[in-house]
């Protein structure tokens, strides 16, 4: 295993400080779906040393460290943590997937029905890398995977929906129309009663019979007649009852028909509006019974997200994906870095490469007995019998053991469904480890794998036999001894 070099360079600005940085003791990792990262320690006073700008070279949120080792990408890592330990600074400093860690969505809402979890990735690193001062250049694959967040409106709720929207059109229209029949009939009994000389109102009458004591008023006008005709008008006068000139009554007679028949008009029009109410609230009914079939969109709010990191995190469990970080050197000075998306994984089965313990395996893994459950339920989004939730069962010779766990965000039954069966698969009591230290060696030399690849192990943990494969989540390298730590799951 060649050396390792280390430098350090500011940050938002990229200014290089040291491109032989003495870094003491230093540990690389890099991970599967988890930020890779660089410690060590520096003499004290290299807190003290500034940058050409003027600023201090080394600071939290301010600097990073590139790891380079010949043959290899670098690694690039932010300084995100510095104490003092007697004469020596303790650094730590963690990739560029723990930028977004505890950092809120401070825009305006984001909302949608149907929307990649890959794209909603993109989106949180397009919206921090746009602020000032936050610009990593950081790419991100453009994999997607074919799922969605969110949940549209069902088509019959739309469509009751629209329905609704129509009738409360028509509602509206009928409604006008009633207004305006009205108007007309208050203006067509105003003429009439001007025709008469009254003032507006006033009553207009229709008798057979000739003008009684009991509607005596000024205001009122009365007509003699029947539905075939009227033979006379009259006023009252504060004494008696004055019959309209001729002229008067023709004009007054005429404006009284036309009061008549727009009542009639009216009176439909009323009845219209009535009916057309009843039909929006039928509507209207229709669109609650459907409510279950609301849309349900998939929101990043400034008031409800306050860590897009954890976002990031969820999303890679639920869909599911891995990512992996990845920098390059571009040119001699220049860095590019790229966020890796594996959908659904990463990593292959190396089958050339071996570990066996006691050989390249330096000691055998501490073992640790596992849970034990035959029966998991996973309880989703939603309350009561609407709640998602799945059920993954086994017989496994043993009594019945049944475990339940809530999993809030998980808003299908496909998600429910998956969890339920990893973690009955998870729970089947083996024996378990999950660190293994090792060295270089020819059967499975450093660089031959990655995080997310999966190594075959076999030798004697005491008194088990372990032959079986192994995922690497995580690849620890001591640089002063070469010595390497994976942190694995088993299959």
Known sequence: ??????????????????????????????????????????????????????????????????????????????????????????????????????????????????????????????????????????????????????KPEGAQLTAAKRHQAYMQEQLDYTKEQAEEDAKLVDQYATKALAAAGLPAGGLLIRSTSEPTGDKRSKRNLWFKGNAEGLLSASTWNGKKWVELSTAKFNAASDWFFEWLDQKEVLKDSKAMHTKTKEEFNTAKSKVSELSEQKAEPYTLSWWDTPDVGLIITDLATQTPFDYREETTWDGDDALSHRLRIGYPEFGVRREHLRLEIGVNVTAPPPLVEGDYASEVMVLGAGEGRSMVRSTAVRDAGRLRRALVLERKEFTKTTQTGREARNELEARTSDWTFDSLSLVDHDMCPYGSFDAGDWLYLTGDAGWVQLDQWVRVQEIEIDCPTGQIILKVSSS
């Open 1 to 150: 295993m060649s050396d390792w070099r280390f430098h350090l360079l500011t940050l938002p600005d990229r200014q290089w400080i040291d491109r032989d940085l003495q870094l003491q003791g230093a540990k690389v990792t890099v991970g599967l779906s988890r930020p890779d990262s660089i410690s060590g320690r520096l003499p004290l006073g290299y807190r003290m040393i500034n940058a050409p700008s003027g600023k201090r070279a080394l600071t939290e949120w301010g600097s990073a460290i590139v790891a380079e080792q010949e043959g290899r990408d670098p690694v690039f890592a932010i300084v995100d943590g510095l104490t003092t330990d007697g004469d020596w600074l303790n650094v730590a400093a963690g990739g560029f997937t723990s930028y977004p860690t505890g950092m809120p969505w401070v825009d305006k809402e984001f909302s949608s029905t149907r929307v990649d979890p890959l794209d909603v990735v993109r989106l949180i690193w397009t919206n921090l890398q746009n602020k000032p001062a936050g610009d990593l250049q950081v790419v991100v694959d453009a994999v997607k995977s074919g799922q969605f967040l969110g």
